[in-house]
């Protein structure tokens, strides 16, 4: 996701950068750029336009004109107001209320709902040691309580028995009853979908709230569904009234617009990103991390949390000290490209490097693959330990020897060493910038 928002964002960023000083006029048309590429990327209009306005009134004010760095300046701007768009960080899940705690899902069939039921039950049996309880009210669709059901086994999360011919009320009641009665800590109910919003769905899902007083009622949204997801959010968020948005698929190639759009249509924060279509493919929202990643900045607290999961915690511990401290070096990019394969594939990982996107794009243009890491590895493999540690001492004769040692050529070996330093040196900036919290969240 983002993929063309952060490329068009970086080019308008890169002109912005290399000027001294900002007219108002240089700013106006930067703005009318960063416009055209919000709309491109799906957000919906009205938040595009508040957007903008609020950017144009601190970009054209004294603070960029006097500032050192005009065009950091109008970046961090940016960058503060897509968090402030995004909604700043929230409880993931609010297990407040006395138990047993409803979680009311709702949204359209084919949004993920179901599975996003099964996903957020385990992870909360799973982190927060609760008992949780799932039913299934989709009576509409014949397989969808069955379908509950599996995923229950799956995640060895408990479902309430099927009674074939209930009505979804009778089953919320039930269901709050066994809850009640068995002990459980979190209930979580499924509701039915339908293809589009329809009155008899937002009646049945009403009477369902009101009898189960939910403290979370989640709304499930496509993320590919681009502006249908806002205007989705928008009817459950007047009729039913939310507390939360999952947002699936952000897996996939959305053009982000639904998540930038979302918070500010109904006013309640994206909780939880669904990232695939296995039962632990869901993670927080944080948007902090997202705008940094939108406007190209890498997102290293992602990266690390990923490959803490991953590879063992010593080891990304030890890489996130270094990333902050500057020190990356030769060996450690070596480690990095063997767990690439790892950590599920090449792309998702390079998005959240710091000043890897461009890398990326140069690399996907080079056509470059799995076989290209083997060529880097044995690169790196065939200097000494002296030169991984500083590459600057590599002359133009080891750089012989080096591409002769691994197999490859001259130009392979300067590609690679000019691959690590751009990495450097954009961990150079955001370390920098994180230690002087010129960024919220230490972004840069
Ligand atoms: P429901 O009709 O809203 O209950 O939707 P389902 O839970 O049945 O999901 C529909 C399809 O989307 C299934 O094939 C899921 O595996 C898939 N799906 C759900 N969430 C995600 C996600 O975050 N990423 C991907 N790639 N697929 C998802």
């Avoid at 297990?95 to 909360?124: C, D, F, N």
């Avoid at 069955?146 to 039930?174: C, D, K, M």
């Avoid at 803490?308 to 010593?314: A, G, L, M, P, V």
């Amino acid at each position: 996701m983002f993929e063309s928002l952060t490329t068009r964002l970086g080019s308008v960023f890169d002109r912005l950068k290399r000027r001294g000083a900002l007219s108002e006029s240089d700013v106006g048309e930067a703005l009318r750029e960063i416009r055209v590429a919000l709309l491109e990327a799906d957000v919906a209009l009205p938040v595009v336009r508040d957007f903008i306005e609020k950017v144009r009134e601190k970009a054209v004010g004294q603070e960029v004109v006097r500032s050192v760095t005009p065009g950091q300046m109008v970046v961090k701007i940016v960058h503060d107001h897509l968090v402030e768009m995004l909604g700043t960080a929230s409880v993931e899940i609010n297990l407040e209320a006395a138990a047993p705690v409803v979680v009311l899902m709702v949204g359209l069939q084919g949004s993920g709902k179901t599975t996003t039921t099964g996903k957020i039950a385990l992870r909360l049996k799973t982190r927060e040691r609760k008992r949780v309880l799932m039913a299934s009210l989709d009576v509409a669709r014949p397989a969808a309580q069955r379908q509950l059901a599996v995923l229950g086994e799956q995640a060895s999360v408990p479902t309430l028995p099927i009674v074939t011919g209930e009505p979804p009320l009778a089953i919320a009641r039930r269901a709050l009853q066994t809850a009640r009665l068995e002990g459980y800590d979190v209930l979580m109910l499924d509701t039915a979908g339908r293809l589009h919003i329809d009155q008899a769905l937002m009646a049945e899902v009403a009477a369902v709230r009101d009898a189960t007083k939910p403290t979370e009622t989640l709304l499930v949204v496509d993320a590919m569904t681009g502006q249908d997801a806002v205007n989705v959010g928008k009817s459950f968020a007047e009729q039913i009234g939310i507390t939360g948005i999952v947002l699936t698929r952000v897996d996939g190639d959305a053009r982000g617009g639904a998540a930038l759009s979302m918070r500010a249509v109904t006013g309640q924060p994206i909780k939880l990103i669904g990232t695939g279509e296995k039962l632990d493919a869901i993670e927080p929202f944080h948007p902090e991390r997202i705008a940094g990643r939108i406007l190209g900045m890498g997102d290293v607290v992602s990266l690390v949390e990923r490959a803490t999961e991953t590879i063992e915690k010593d080891e990304a511990e030890r890489l996130a000290a270094k990333v902050q401290k500057g020190e990356f070096d030769l060996d450690d990019l070596l480690s990095q490209l063997r767990q690439l394969k790892k950590m599920g594939g090449m792309s998702g990982l390079m998005g959240l490097l710091p000043g890897v996107g461009k890398i990326k794009k140069q690399m996907a243009e080079a056509n470059i693959d799995e076989s290209a890491l083997k060529k880097q590895e044995a690169i790196i493999l065939s200097m000494t330990r002296g030169e991984r540690k500083k590459p600057e001492v590599i002359k133009a004769s080891r750089k012989q020897r080096i591409a002769s040692g691994s197999g490859c050529s001259v130009q392979d070996v300067n590609r690679l060493l000019k691959q690590y330093d751009q990495m450097r040196t954009m961990m150079k900036q955001v370390s920098k910038l994180g230690a002087k919290g010129m960024m919220r969240g230490g972004m840069p």
